[in-house]
């Protein structure tokens, strides 16, 4: 049996956003209770407020991929066409009580078929908190490789920092040229 069979995916719609909003903030900028993923102790306020994400989600070539577990929202990633071939992956979050337990790295496999059947990427870019080395780590072990770019971080109004150099690591992932064919037909989006 399909253990992640339970689990349904699906672009975000503008109802959606008050929900992904508080799973983003709450992934992101909660306590060390709420996850490994938590930026809580680098930086307080929030990650992202309701039009902003209303923002994101009308930019061209852009989509949330939304996870859930029969009607509860317990995923979501941001999926972007920066260029020919080469997609955008972020704000990738995983309920953080479900944190640990596979659902993250699957997902992460679905949102990369997703943008290379959408967009025919044969490359995923994505930027961390050069600081978080627990979470580059993990990107890496999925098999993202740092390219040894830093950019600025994107202080917003939104959010403060706690330390010292927050900065962001760009990260990329080069997929087969060959289609993803085999991956799409485990991916459903409804």
């Known amino acids: 049996m399909d253990p992640y069979s339970a689990f349904t995916l699906r672009p975000a719609q503008a109802a959606d956003i008050p929900t992904v909003t508080a799973l983003i903030n709450s992934a992101y900028r909660g306590g060390s209770a709420n ?19 209303a923002k994101l989600m009308a930019e061209p070539d852009t ?9 509860t929202l317990i995923g979501s990633v941001q999926l972007q066409k920066v260029g020919d071939g080469v ?3 972020g704000m990738f979050v995983i309920r953080p009580g479900l944190q640990g337990r596979g659902l993250g790295r699957w997902f992460m496999e ?18 961390v908190i050069g600081l978080r080395s627990e979470l580059i780590a993990y990107y890496e072990r999925c098999g993202y490789a740092l390219t040894g770019e830093r950019l600025p ?5 939104l959010s403060t920092a706690l330390v010292e150099g927050i900065d962001l690591a760009v990260m990329q992932k080069d997929f087969l040229t060959a289609p993803a064919s085999a991956v799409e037909e485990a991916t459903t989006i409804q």
């Open 35 to 53: 996850g490994w993923t938590t930026e809580a102790h680098l930086l307080e306020g929030r990650r992202i407020d309701e039009p902003g994400l």
């Open 63 to 71: 989509i949330f991929l939304l996870c859930f577990e029969a009607a």
């Open 87 to 89: 997609g955008y992956l």
């Open 110 to 127: 679905q949102a990369e078929a997703t943008a290379r059947r959408l967009w025919g990427v044969t490359r995923m870019t994505m930027t």
């Open 153 to 157: 971080f994107p202080f917003d109004g």
